[in-house]
């Protein structure tokens, strides 16, 4: 017996960070873009920009915890910016592994992620609009400068 899939609303929520994940390596991060065209080159610009978001990943978790202590009266949930933590991660994240003082380098990468965090709406939904124009790409996802 064959078994039809139909996938459900709540099925789609455990897609979305994934769909968010992706969103920000391609069109933040530019991870489809490559600083050589040999296989090394292509390779190693791969896998540096997966060790920075993983490393930014890591670097993010204590400070949406405080973020989440810190604004329990505030009628929204916040979190870490990522577009800007991973801007500021391509501009400190290479001293993490050349200078001696890595506690101050954290310590402040901490700082910077806890400035103007994001606002989490949940449950939001807008209708669709019909007769929008079609764009060649989309004008919100500039890559990192």
């Known amino acids: 017996q064959i078994v039809e899939y139909t996938p459900s609303k709540d099925m789609y929520h455990f897609r979305w960070p994934v769909e968010e994940a992706y969103k920000l390596l391609k069109c933040k991060m530019g991870i489809d873009k490559f600083s050589g065209k040999s296989v090394l080159a292509v390779k190693q610009d791969f896998f540096a920009k997966i060790l920075m978001f993983n490393l930014t990943s890591m670097l993010i978790a204590p400070i949406d915890e405080q973020l989440e202590v810190k604004i329990k009266n505030d009628k ?23 200078k001696d003082s890595i506690n101050y380098i954290i ?26 124009k079609k764009f060649q790409f989309a004008f919100a996802y500039q890559p990192i400068s």
């Open 76 to 98: 929204h949930d916040y979190k870490v910016n990522r577009t800007r933590a991973l801007a500021k991660m391509k501009e400190f994240g290479i001293l993490l592994f050349f």
């Open 107 to 132: 310590e402040r990468l901490h700082k910077l992620f806890f400035i103007r965090p994001t606002q989490i709406r949940l449950n939001r939904s807008f209708q669709r609009k019909k007769d929008r």
